[in-house]
């Protein structure tokens, strides 16, 4: 009597065993009202990149489509530091600079990192990024450049990056670096704030020096054993050929012809990447470079290897090996080297995003590098709002032995809601329609057990029509993406079938102990 007991506890205990049937959207991130979806196409990534720094330019035409995301300056307007990004669950939080916010003509240049988000090339990578007006400055992990959480999106290899959108006739040094070493740039020559011009990211230097001419535009940093790697070397380098360019360095740190590393340019317009103190000195050319367009060019050393790279293509490489030849030198920008001044080689043309890092690059880094800087990485989703107010935050369930069903509700803080459109998927990307309802309150029959669903719900202000080829004509659309309070936005809907197979393991279990008992 007592076994029989035993198994039909299991049993009974195995039809109410919850079967994780039906997963919520990514959880929010507690006290922001808005945010946006970003999405990294894992096919434009070739190697699984961490800790990687990834642009997101906000304006009226941002990412891979174009999109016009310029309503977080209408909820946001001029106050940056109001923002937060996290990760594709929604809640764990990313690091963000934000190099420039121009409210005015509504463009913003951030960027976004952590030493422990994985950019995957298996599958898409999603982040968030959300904005509110209403929040306080989230200053633990926004910031402007030189501040701490500023600092963390470059990892620890960046021994420099420079933006060059400073004005370069402010009070030096001028220029500031993003990293920790705040190894910062100061100018020289007859720079003014005209010389600031827009680039390829933001701003960047105009630098007009000539050919042979000792007093030339340049940026100077002072000499850091930072900016002295002596095993491995990448220098990273945007540049606009102009028609007065001459034979000159892009980027120098150079005692001539003994040591030190620079990007070159030639006066037939290809550039080479140099280091002395190898068995090989520089990496060969480039092609030839066309005047009026902007390059992405970097020189790598990983203690076998010089390369050179163009548009984040290897263009050239040669077997190089040895310890790069330190000195005491100035790093300069637009100029041949503090020790070969006396030459002139001033750099005429247009300068961006410098960064010095003490690693050897990956040519999947420096080709993803490539693409976030020309905006090519990341697609941008649609404005969401949470505008649930129910203690539940999401919905309840009902089922019964054949026909399980889900009864979603919500509660909305608008007041001029006409419609709400009720959508599903089973993968966040194909969304169908299941119908549409004036209350808060939805049924849901098409569930089958053992797929995991999605929901979303979007309010409808209607003006006309309610419907042109079954879509809302209204434009004014909040979408609501159903947040859950528990585990990872996890809830669970009981199903007799699946905690039957469960319950009849159970019983095999309980009436094999039963037979050893009696045995």
């Not at 991130?29 to 946006?36: A, F, I, K, P």
């Not at 990834?54 to 035409?61: A, C, F, K, T």
């Not at 340019?265 to 066309?290: C, D, H, I, K, R």
């Not at 979408?479 to 699946?498: A, E, H, K, R």
Request: hydrophobic fraction near 35%; charged fraction near 20%; glycine fraction near 10%.
């Amino acid at each position: 009597m007592k076994a029989k007991r035993i198994i039909l506890f299991f049993l009974l205990l195995s039809a109410l065993i919850p079967n994780q049937l039906i997963r919520a959207d990514p959880g929010w991130l507690t006290g922001w009202n808005y945010r946006v979806q970003l999405n990294i196409d894992h096919n434009d990534i070739g190697s699984e990149l961490v800790h990687f720094p990834v642009l997101v330019y906000i304006s009226n035409s941002s990412g891979i489509g174009s999109d016009d995301v310029s309503f977080v300056f209408d909820r946001i307007g001029s106050s940056s530091l109001k923002m937060a990004a996290t990760k594709s669950d929604g809640t764990t939080e990313l690091y963000v600079e934000v190099e420039r916010w121009d409210v005015a003509n509504e463009r913003g240049w951030i960027w976004v990192s952590k030493s422990d988000w994985v950019i995957s090339n298996i599958t898409d990578t999603v982040f968030y990024l959300y904005y509110d007006g209403d929040h306080v400055n989230n200053t633990n992990f926004v910031g402007i450049k030189g501040s701490a959480p500023a600092e963390n999106v470059w990892n620890s290899d960046f021994k420099g990056v420079w933006h060059l959108d400073e004005d370069p006739s402010g009070t030096p040094p001028q220029i500031i670096d993003s990293t920790s070493g705040d190894h910062d740039g100061t100018s020289h020559g007859s720079m003014t704030s005209d010389d600031q011009v827009l680039t390829i990211i933001d701003g960047g230097l105009d630098f007009d020096g000539a050919y042979l001419t000792v007093e030339t535009d340049w940026i100077e940093v002072s000499n850091h054993a930072d900016l002295n790697p002596t095993s491995a070397i990448t220098v990273e380098v945007w540049a606009k050929i102009s028609p007065e360019t001459t034979a000159t360095n892009l980027v120098s740190k150079v005692v001539v012809g003994t040591n030190g590393y620079m990007m070159y340019m030639e006066n037939n317009g290809q550039a080479f990447f140099f280091v002395y103190g190898l068995t090989a000195t520089n990496s060969g050319g480039t092609g030839v470079l066309t005047i009026g367009d902007w390059y992405y060019l970097v020189g790598v050393y990983d203690g076998n290897f010089l390369r050179i790279y163009s548009q984040g293509i290897q263009e050239n490489s040669d077997i190089a090996t040895g310890s790069i030849n330190v000195n005491s030198e100035s790093l300069d920008f637009a100029r041949y080297g503090a020790n070969g001044a006396g030459s002139g080689q001033g750099w005429s043309g247009e300068e961006d995003e410098i960064r010095i890092s003490s690693i050897s690059r990956s040519s999947d880094w420096i080709k993803a590098t490539y693409e976030s800087s020309r905006e090519h990485l990341i697609d941008f989703g649609v404005e969401e709002t949470i505008i649930l107010e129910s203690p539940n935050s999401l919905f309840g369930a009902g089922f019964n032995a054949s026909s399980p069903y889900v009864i979603l509700y919500w509660k909305s803080n608008l007041t001029d809601i006409t419609l709400f459109e009720v959508q599903n998927s089973t993968d966040k990307i194909s969304w169908d329609y299941l119908g549409s309802n004036t209350t808060t309150e939805y049924h849901d029959f098409q569930v089958f057990n053992g797929t995991e669903r999605y929901y979303k719900v979007r309010a409808c202000n209607y003006t006309g029509s309610y419907w042109a080829n079954s879509s809302f004509t209204d434009i004014n659309f909040e979408t609501v993406y159903f947040v859950m309070p528990i585990g990872n936005g996890v809830t669970t809907i009981p199903s007799l079938f699946p905690g039957l197979a469960f319950g009849i393991a159970l019983f095999i279990i309980a009436a094999a102990y039963y037979y050893y008992q009696r045995r």
